[in-house]
């Protein structure tokens, strides 16, 4: 059991540490309902399917690209422990998944 404290991430900052800044804190919640997510196939061409072995209640599966624009934010339904993503309409690039509190980067290849 973790204690009551917040928990803080630290952005990615290309190398200039001056430049990083905190995120919100995390909470107790949002870390002890992280989920171990796996992705497949990585690099993805058409279809990229992101799956984790346990149940949620509910959560949010967003997708951002490298300069962290939103392009997909979707909520599961409860239970779910996969999710398919079409991303033939994606440009070939660097992208990051988000499902709760856990994330995975990923590549997108022609």
């Known amino acids: 059991m973790l ?15 001056q430049a990083c800044r905190w995120n919100r804190p995390l909470t107790v919640d949002q870390i002890e309902n992280a989920v171990a997510l796996h992705d497949s196939p990585n690099p993805a061409t058409s279809c990229l399917t992101l799956a984790w ?8 599966l967003t997708v951002l690209d490298a300069a962290g624009r939103v392009l997909l934010e979707t ?11 079409n991303v ?6 660097v992208y990051v998944a988000r499902v709760g509190a856990s994330a995975v ?3 997108k290849t022609q």
């Open 3 to 17: 204690s009551d404290c917040n928990y803080r991430s630290v952005e990615f900052c290309n190398g200039n540490d």
């Open 53 to 60: 072995e346990m149940p949620l209640p509910a959560a949010m």
């Open 75 to 85: 909520p599961l339904p409860p239970g779910t422990t996969a999710y398919e993503i």
């Open 88 to 93: 033939v309409h994606l440009p070939v690039g």
């Open 105 to 107: 980067r990923w590549v």
